[in-house]
């Protein structure tokens, strides 16, 4: 238990806790038929400076192996959510969450607000429903056995091979933010909660697309949807969670059906000596993409462990794919996914994160993403150029807050 709180801590201040609050509190009574009834409203004002130095390097196409050095941003962001009290137990609740390029201040490339994790919806004892735009369930595996320590981000993000991460949804991807789309989260029951989740790809609002993350007028016209549905279980030291999604006529240019599935489980040890924790974690995911030759599909497997020394956490993790296989011809390539003889990848990387404050985090770590001639996966986070082939090795040097 003790080691899968320190290893979600900074993602519990991101999201809840330890934040400068602008709070607004509305009391009011007013009198009904039935009696006097008070109403509460609170709003807060949160977000997330997380800035890098990496030295990034990688096999280009002349066989050159430059390393690069650059300041990044990575998931920076400040937004406002709000509940409002409704009585009996039921909450209006809202969010509006902006993309901050905390590196260089940039707007050019997310020029409006609502960027990220934006919605309305209730919450109440029979769960919580939220419309707008946000990730589907699929991408609440990811924490399970993903880089927590360092805020899933970075170079770091454990998902440039699983789920195809650096794609956006017309792509192929599956941890895409989504845009248009209607959730349900169920209350949880002895460590039990389910979710189920759909997105519409309609042309309302930003469009951004037929490859975007929201879709366009020809995706509505051929009926697009990205349905998921997910399944949890967090109980003292044991954290479990599989989660299907279905992609329907989804990818450009013509659309195609897409699915994945994934699954991962992760067990607290506990202080195993003195001051150490340990943690445990693997997944399991599998890819099926058709494409005009046939299907192509994948398999993905990973294990991580994260290790608490004193108020330190080291986090160490490896996943491989191996080759593409299915009835597509050799050589069908979709993101970094090659169907065929050498078209495997593997990543590894080991990471040390020490808070400073409960708001304030120092993190470095190293990161390897090892293709064979034919794939060509990338990072999932501040992408690097990747031909075929590529060997990708990064290390980073990062400090984060949270307000």
Same mark, same amino acid.
């Given at each position: 238990?003790?080691i899968?709180? +320190? ?6 201040w ?9 709070t607004? !509190? ?9 009696g ?11 977000g =997330? $400076?997380n800035?890098?130095?990496?030295l ?6 002349d066989?050159?192996?430059?390393? =690069?050095?650059? =300041? ?8 406002i959510?709000? $509940? ?10 809202f969010?509006?969450?902006s993309?901050?390029?905390?590196? #260089? ?7 409006n607000?609502a ?12 769960? #919580?429903f939220?419309t ?5 369930p ?7 056995f ?33 845009g /248009? ?6 209350p949880t029951? *002895? ?16 469009? /951004? ?22 399944? %949890? ?16 006529? !989804? ?6 059906n897409?699915?994945? &599935?994934? $699954? ?14 340990v943690?445990?974690?693997a ?9 005009p ?7 993905? %497997?990973? =294990? *991580?462990?994260t $290790? ?8 160490? &993790? ?14 069908t ?10 078209s495997?990848a593997t990543?590894?990387?080991? *990471? ?5 404050s ?5 993190y470095a770590?190293?990161v390897?993403?090892a ?7 990338? %990072? /999932? ?9 590529? +060997?990708?090795?990064?290390? !980073?040097f ?6």
């Amino acid at each position: 238990m003790e080691i899968r709180l +320190r290893a979600s801590q900074w993602l519990l201040w991101c999201g809840h806790a330890a934040r400068i609050q602008l709070t607004i !509190v509305l009391l009011a009574g007013a009198a009904f038929a039935s009696g006097a009834q008070a109403q509460f409203f609170n709003t807060t004002l949160y977000g =997330v $400076v997380n800035v890098d130095f990496e030295l990034v390097n990688g096999r280009q196409p002349d066989g050159s192996n430059p390393t =690069v050095n650059r =300041v990044s941003s990575n998931s920076s962001r400040f937004g406002i959510r709000g $509940v409002d009290y409704l009585g009996a137990g039921n909450t209006a609740i809202f969010q509006i969450e902006s993309l901050v390029q905390a590196d #260089t201040g940039a707007s050019n490339s997310w020029p409006n607000i609502a960027t990220r994790e934006t919605y309305i919806g209730l919450q109440g004892e029979w769960g #919580t429903f939220r419309t707008g735009k946000f990730y589907p369930p699929y991408d609440d595996i990811l924490p399970i056995f993903g880089n927590a320590p360092t805020l899933t981000t970075s170079i770091l993000s454990t998902a440039a091979i699983w789920a195809q991460g650096p794609l956006l949804k017309g792509q192929g991807g599956f941890d895409a933010r989504l845009g /248009n789309a209607i959730r349900y989260d169920s209350p949880t029951f *002895s460590g039990f909660s389910g979710t189920l989740y759909y997105s519409t790809r309609d042309s309302s609002g930003d469009a /951004n697309g037929a490859i975007g993350n929201n879709g366009d007028h020809p995706s509505e016209m051929r009926h697009a949807y990205v349905a998921d549905v997910a399944g %949890f279980y967090n109980n003292g030291p044991i954290d479990l969670g599989v989660a299907y999604e279905h992609n329907y006529n !989804v990818r450009a240019p013509l659309g195609r059906n897409d699915d994945a &599935f994934s $699954v991962a489980g992760g067990y607290d040890f506990g202080t195993v000596w003195q001051n150490v924790g340990v943690r445990l974690a693997a997944a399991y995911e599998y890819l099926r993409y058709d494409t005009p030759s046939g299907s192509l599909k994948r398999n993905f %497997f990973a =294990v *991580s462990a994260t $290790v608490s020394v004193g108020d330190g956490v080291i986090y160490a &993790f490896w996943g491989r794919s191996p080759d593409g296989f299915g009835s597509a011809i050799d050589g069908t390539q979709i993101g970094g996914l090659s169907k065929g003889p050498n078209s495997a990848a593997t990543q590894w990387e080991v *990471s040390y994160s020490y808070p400073l404050s409960p708001r304030t985090l120092l993190y470095a770590g190293f990161v390897q993403l090892a293709n064979q001639a034919n794939a060509a996966y990338t %990072f /999932n986070i501040n992408d690097y150029f990747t031909a075929q082939g590529a +060997r990708l090795n990064g290390a !980073v040097f990062g400090i984060a807050h949270a307000f």
